[in-house]
């Protein structure tokens, strides 16, 4: 008798897909909630508007939302020689220092004193988190969330090719945004509104929040074919005792917990992996992965070959997340931060 295969090895080249430029979304959709849903959780996926959402979880039902909020992290400088650079907030440390990344032609020493655009001084006082990191380590010369407020710039993604607009600074933000620290948003939370808030409630639909301030390492490529070779990015995230109390009566009345985005599976199953309610994460979820807070999902469509793609194909297998994405560029979904979303459940 011939042994049974074991699970398939998965490489990088598996989470490929050709997407055609222009489904890349550059501007959000009209409205919050007019964006389109897929609802791909049966064989035969079905599209929907996303103000459809209410109607599609049960009663009971638990949602679970990421309340990071973004923060202007990018600023332009100069050197002491004329240099441009460009800073790209990661975290914000005690003592008016950041932790950031850097773009210039050549990198100014340590010691060197950097003049930033809206009048301040940012010190370089070495790499970060150690002297081969890839990150700097700064001190700004005044309270670095009152500077990147007055001064910064939204941090759009590397896709999204126009400057920052008022409409960003509205737009790239959940409404229910309350703990500054992001530098990406958590893009499934932004097509909630008021209207499909108020659906949830009526439908009998709770809703907990959690925090994990999105990194710039959420656009970082995965660069090895094997993708057990790749080192996730650090990102700092919260899971508060009311939460933890709202999964156990979810749990006790047979409810569903429901994600609204990665970075709440993130956080959630970093929580029930580790046992810490609180600190940094490098979890990395790929196919295999055994799950044990999240049942159903509901996430933005994902850039080819990057770690969110191996996310969503461990929760709801890699066969059906890689069929939904041909019907949604065959459907002329919209793509990526700005683009539509769709809904998942659990293998």
């Known amino acids: 008798m011939n042994p049974s295969p074991g699970p398939r090895a998965f490489t990088l080249s598996d989470f490929d897909f050709a997407l055609p430029p222009e489904l890349i979304a550059q501007h959000p959709a009209p409205e919050r909630s007019a964006s389109r849903l897929l609802d791909g959780r049966a064989d035969t996926p079905a599209d929907r508007v996303f103000r459809e959402l209410p109607g599609l979880l049960n009663p009971g039902d638990l949602l679970v939302f990421n309340n990071t909020q973004v923060i202007k992290a990018r600023l ?23 932790v950031a990344h850097m773009k210039v032609s050549k990198k100014p020493p340590v010691g060197a004193v950097l003049s930033m655009d809206g009048g301040f001084e940012a010190e370089l006082l070495g790499r970060w988190p150690d002297d081969h990191g890839a990150l700097f380590r700064l001190r700004f010369s005044d309270e670095p969330h009152m500077l990147m407020a007055a001064h ?17 600074e509205r737009r790239y933000q959940t409404v229910f945004a309350k703990h500054p620290g992001a530098v990406a948003a958590p893009t499934a939370a932004l097509h909630f509104d008021d209207g499909v808030l108020a659906g949830l409630r009526a439908r009998g639909i709770e809703t907990a929040e959690v925090t994990l ?8 490529p995965v660069k090895t074919e094997n993708i057990a070779e790749h080192t996730m990015h650090a990102e700092w995230y919260r899971v508060p005792a009311e939460t933890i109390a ?11 917990v429901v994600a609204v985005g990665t ?14 309610t609180e600190g940094d994460t490098q979890i990395f979820i790929t196919p295999g992965f055994r799950f044990q807070v999240i049942d159903a999902l509901i ?16 929760l709801a297998g890699y066969e059906r997340v890689m069929a939904l994405y041909r019907h949604a560029i065959e459907q002329r979904y919209r793509f990526f931060s700005y683009g539509d979303a769709m809904l998942l459940q659990r293998r």
């Open 263 to 276: 970075t709440t599976v993130r956080t959630l199953e970093s929580w029930a992996a580790f046992g810490r």
């Open 76 to 98: 332009f400088g100069r050197k002491a020689s004329g240099g441009a650079l460009e800073l790209l907030v990661e975290r914000v440390l005690p003592g008016h220092e950041v």
């Open 299 to 314: 996430t933005n469509f994902h850039l080819p070959k990057s770690t969110l793609m191996m996310l969503v194909s461990a």
């Open 152 to 168: 910064g710039h939204v941090p759009l993604p590397p896709y999204i090719e126009h400057a920052d607009s008022a409409e960003d």
């Open 213 to 220: 301030h999105v990194g710039a390492g959420t656009f970082q």
């Open 246 to 256: 709202a999964i156990d009566a979810c749990r006790a009345r047979g409810g569903r």
